[in-house]
């Protein structure tokens, strides 16, 4: 066998499937593959309020009416802060994946010379949407990657999803009180806070689940179990009980907004991935990881610290939840603690699986959750376009990981290899 | 004179129980009625379909594996049976469709985890959407089982009457029976003590001569079985079928498990316990609604805390019991 | 072993805290109400309008449960208020089916049912004495009617229905089909279930928009304020105008809506009550009274659209 192709090997099966899949949308689905170079709409961007509008107590849900026009306006604020490395992430709805929603803000040409210029135009169809909708996965996938490389597993990250929008939500809404929104002008930088503490909760709560497992020797899936319980409790518990809307410009960017004529989240992604990437295979981290997940007690005697390289996966696992949360959250405009994230672990630890990491821990690829999860995603968006009802779409979905777990599984490799083989009637099983 | 030294083992189950007995005083402290028997009773007739659903799950869980599409199976199975009841089908045949699909379910998933190595969290997620989704194609809307005469004659005729307004329901009978038969399954039957022996170790037990393949392929079986009556007992309970119910019901019965002391890797706990890991959760929810002050979001939150806490116990004696092994 | 004793302390103690003690009244009439969840404004409205109706009644002691949106929690809430000794059981179906032996179960204490905002599908009579809540048909009905006079005889309609299997989702399907199919010209082009969500409305308004009949949408029909709301995001990113290229109607009249219409982005909303915790109080009284009640109450509604609301009628709408 060539040395060099086994880099990408793993990389082969959800490729191949990928590819049936669009094959398949391309010869049955119409408009699969249409993008259009869509305009945004400077007109929309100035337009003083008609009426003055209190604002918002903290908890109320309310759109006030120039916030709908004005919704564009910060978009710069929020490339600005982008460009500044700042991540955040919407929230998810419920068991199903959505199709992705498009900008919501169609970024107009600044005025007050805020931040950035963002062009006028951006892209707009379906591939797009599947990036977009795909992104919370995306994002999960790179943190699950890594704490199943260790041999664990986080099934919280849902709700710590969840747990994230609704902080984001309710510091926002407070905020929002506090500054009066006015026009949309005034200091419309204050949307970090609501970042930042969304992202400090959730890396905390990475730290939690670290410590239970690393700390106390906990097995990764009891320990995780108890914060998915409790989480969304406790997002509940932020939110007294309510779904907060916000529409502050810069959050709302996060999901909806455009740089680059791809939507924003789309390159929160490939951020985190480079990042990732760069983080754990130009570093020793990466091979520290897989050192413990390959054989943990062999890795101690090594040298290695295991247990902080475990902790600290769940960390990362927890930061990305994160980001997957203010991502969800900023889509649909508010914090569902019910439903953030609501199964979106499972389909991140599928997406890793896919990918050619395996549950037991060793070796892991990155770049093979990544397209796992483009694959999740492109499945639900075919089953919906073509009207399958969104319950229905676990069906297939279901089976397709089937086939591609089987396909990766060398037992199985093995037996029909030695079928055809016995078949053929020649000497040699691969 | 030999002094009687309590049994490391016994700890975990021992304290649920001690659990089950402090929550349940602190209730008939707080209310009025909390002591009344319809309490006790309505606690396994509210949770006799997760009981049931939890020994399966146990058996699982003891061989070292793990089953997550318990709720699924549920839901799949009292819409297949109520959509075959409303389209004129007689309920006993309805019944027995239900579990034998349950049955061989399992036995699939079994399957595919022993032969081609894949991991049980991933064959039985996947399962989880696979039959959800199956739910679904049977019918999108819940279907009411009305007049229906075999489950008119359990209703009515196969409740054991105690006396003053209180029955014991065809549903607790069932639960009883499957988990007393469950239980000697484990301890009294070679194959039981073969479930033990495989999540304990399974090379050894490998070596030792035990069939492990079969027996963890009859253990899915076994625990399709069980999701498949739960179903039953669901239909019967709600004298309904809906595809949407019980989603997340496979973490409340991995709770119960837990709560109940047997251990997540396999090889320790009893399947006694998740009939208190069961009881311990639907009095929790019990309390807090006859508080009716608390939010209910707390009650994840408090399961979540319990969960925590008996890990944490479990934890420790595996510990003190590794470090009397090293000092004998 | 100390540990272990510590661990069991603390969950006691915990529980202990939670709980706390609570004797109950025996003048007061005892109320169990087994509430849908929170899962939208108008869900939270209907909670806040019972909590603070109980509140303010001195003669009424509420017992509340929030199902988190799972029927199994409904009925065991029941049976627990049952246990407890509730003078009067109300609730709001998660799902139409599956109530009856909880109910009968009710009957048999001889505590009576009040049905609050849905209504449940059960094959015997007298397991409620009496439903209050919209007229979910009614609704439906007047939702087209608007269409009809507002938008013409002709128009493709896009409907968003809510969740699969509720009453209000069948009722205003079959209100609004109900008037329409006397006019051939409205036809509902498209109709999936948005699950009564913000979330979902959008998703399922963004795959209606991508579908080859996206142009001829002419009238979006959502089953309530949420999922339109969230339609119109959708509409938005499209680059059409929701209100003008599409027009928008839904059910349930949340301020948000009132707001939207304001700003010319919706079209009309038909007003489904959720502030009936006055009403239902006022009947548990009756009962407990043992007066007769009305089998059927049906809520004050009205419909809104640009014509009647105003910034004060905005101000003024307190969900």
């Known amino acids: 066998m060539n040395k060099s192709s086994n880099k990408f090997r793993h990389l082969v099966w959800p490729l191949v499937s990928l590819a049936l899949l669009l094959l398949f949308n391309a010869i049955f689905t119409d408009n699969f593959f249409k993008i259009e170079i869509k305009k945004s709409d400077s007109a929309q961007a100035v337009q003083a309020p008609s009426v003055p509008v209190e604002s918002p107590q903290p908890g109320t849900s309310w759109i006030t009416p120039e916030s709908y026009d004005n919704a564009g306006d910060s978009a710069e604020a929020a490339a600005q802060a982008a460009a500044d490395g700042v991540e955040a992430a919407a929230q998810a709805e419920g068991a199903v994946q959505t199709i992705a929603s498009e900008a919501e803000q169609q970024a107009p040409v600044k005025k007050d010379g805020k931040g950035v210029s963002i062009f006028g135009y951006y892209l707009y169809g379906t591939p797009i949407d599947i990036l977009n909708q795909g992104s919370k996965v995306m994002v999960l996938a790179i943190g699950m990657t890594l704490v199943i490389a260790t041999g664990g597993i986080d099934i919280s990250v849902g709700a710590v999803m969840a747990i994230a929008g609704a902080i984001a939500a309710l510091l926002i809404s407070m905020l929002d009180a506090g500054n009066c929104i006015g026009a949309g002008m005034g200091p419309s930088f204050y949307w970090i806070i609501p970042v930042l503490a969304a992202l400090l909760l959730a890396t905390l709560a990475g730290f939690w689940n670290g410590m239970l497992v690393a700390g106390f020797g906990i097995q990764p899936m009891v320990a995780t179990l108890v914060l998915m319980v409790a989480g969304r409790g406790v997002a509940q518990l932020i939110t007294d009980g309510q779904i907060i809307t916000f529409d502050n410009p810069g959050l709302v960017f996060l999901c909806n907004g455009h740089a680059l004529f791809l939507p924003f989240s789309v390159w929160i992604v490939a951020a985190m991935y480079v990042i990732a990437g760069l983080l754990t295979r130009k570093t020793a981290f990466g091979l520290f990881i897989e050192s413990v997940g390959n054989n943990e007690r062999a890795s101690r005697y090594a040298g290695i610290e295991a247990r902080r390289i475990k902790w600290l996966t769940y960390v990362i696992c927890g930061f990305c939840a994160g980001v997957a949360g203010l991502l969800a959250a900023s889509n649909i405009k508010c914090a569902d603690s019910n439903n953030a994230g609501l199964y979106l672990e499972l389909d991140a630890i599928l997406a890793t699986v896919i990918g050619g990491t395996s549950m037991a821990g060793g070796r892991f690829f990155l770049s093979g959750s990544l397209v796992g999860a483009i694959l999740i995603q492109t499945l639900t968006t075919t089953m919906y376009m073509k009207n399958v009802s969104p319950a229905i779409v676990a069906v297939p979905k279901a089976m397709v990981v089937i086939i591609v777990c089987l396909l990766q599984s060398p037992v199985f490799r093995a037996k029909v290899l030695s079928i055809f083989a016995s078949k053929a009637a020649k000497g040699g099983v691969q | 004179m030999k002094t009687f030294k309590f049994p490391m083992r016994y700890v975990p189950i021992s304290a649920t129980i001690l659990v089950f007995f402090i929550v349940y005083l602190i209730g008939i402290i707080s209310f009025q009625n909390f002591g009344s028997p319809k309490v006790f009773l309505d606690l396994f007739v509210d949770n006799a379909y997760l009981g049931i659903a939890a020994i399966g799950t146990a058996l699982v869980i003891l061989t070292g594996g793990i089953d997550l599409s318990v709720g699924s199976i549920i839901a799949f199975t009292s819409i297949l049976i109520a959509k075959m009841i409303a389209s004129g089908c007689n309920a006993l045949w309805a019944i027995a469709l239900a579990l034998v699909i349950g049955i061989l379910f399992g036995m699939l998933q079994g399957w595919l985890i022993h032969c081609f190595s894949l991991p049980p969290f991933l064959v039985t997620l996947a399962g989880m959407f696979f039959i959800r989704g199956c739910g679904f194609i049977v019918s999108e809307e819940s279907i009411g089982i009305k007049n229906d005469p075999v489950f008119n004659f359990i209703q009515n005729d196969l409740t054991i009457k105690l006396g003053k307004g209180m029955n014991l329901r065809f549903i607790v009978i069932v639960y009883l029976v499957v988990l007393i038969m469950a239980i000697f399954f484990s301890q009294r039957t070679r194959a039981g003590r073969s479930i033990y022996a495989i999540g304990d170790n399974e090379l050894a037990a490998t070596l030792m001569g035990i069939p492990v393949g079969r027996t963890k392929i009859m253990t899915y079986t076994i625990a399709g079985f069980c999701s498949a009556l739960a179903g039953v007992v669901y239909a019967v309970y709600l004298k309904a079928g809906n595809p949407l119910n019980c989603v997340g019901l496979e973490m409340d019965a991995i709770a119960a498990v837990v709560i109940g002391g047997t251990l997540l890797t396999g090889g320790v706990g009893y399947v006694f316990g998740s009939l208190f890991g069961v009881l311990v959760l639907g009095l929790i929810q019990t309390l807090i609604v006859f508080d009716g002050r608390i939010n209910s979001w707390w009650t994840r939150i408090i399961v979540g805390l319990l969960v925590l806490a008996f890990i944490f116990m479990q934890n420790l004696i595996t510990k003190i019991s590794k470090s009397k092994s090293k000092t004998q | ?319």
């Open chain 3, 1 to 319: 072993m100390n540990k272990f004793a510590t661990v069991i302390m603390a969950v006691a103690a915990a529980t202990l805290l939670v709980t706390g003690c609570s004797k109950s009244d025996s003048s007061k009439i005892k109320v169990g109400f087994s509430q849908v969840g929170a899962e939208s404004d108008w869900r939270k409205a209907s909670t806040e309008s019972i909590k603070g109706e109980a509140a303010k009644r001195e003669n009424i002691e509420l017992t509340f449960s929030d199902a988190q949106q799972k029927q199994e929690n409904q009925i065991k809430a029941i049976r627990n208020f049952i246990s407890k000794g509730v003078d009067v059981i109300s609730f709001s179906p998660v799902v139409a089916t599956g109530f009856e032996d909880v109910l009968k179960e009710a009957k048999e204490a001889g505590i009576p049912v009040v049905l609050f905002d849905r209504a449940v599908d059960v094959s015997e009579d007298g397991l409620y004495v009496s439903f209050i809540g919209s007229d979910f048909v009614e609704e439906g009905r007047r939702a087209a009617r608007w269409v009809l006079e507002n938008v013409g005889e002709n128009a493709n309609v896009a409907e968003l229905v809510g969740t699969v299997g509720s009453a209000p989702a069948i009722d205003r399907k079959k209100g609004f089909e109900e008037i329409i199919k006397d006019h051939p010209g409205i036809k509902i082009i498209k109709s999936q279930s948005g699950d009564f969500t913000r979330a979902k409305g959008k998703e399922v308004m963004e795959s209606f928009l991508k579908s080859p009949e996206a142009d001829q949408i002419q009238v979006l029909f959502a089953h309530n304020d949420d999922m339109a709301l969230g339609a119109i995001q959708a509409i938005e990113e499209a680059g059409k105008k929701p209100g003008k290229d599409i027009i928008i109607i839904s059910i349930d009249g949340v301020k948000t809506m009132f707001e939207a219409i304001l700003a010319g982005k919706a079209n009309c909303t038909v007003e489904c009550n959720p502030l009936i915790g006055a009403q239902l109080f006022d009947v548990v009284e009756k009962i407990h009274a043992g007066e007769t009640v009305p089998a059927r109450i049906p809520s004050q509604e009205g419909v809104f659209d640009s014509k009647n609301i105003t910034q004060e009628v905005v101000d003024g709408r307190k969900y």
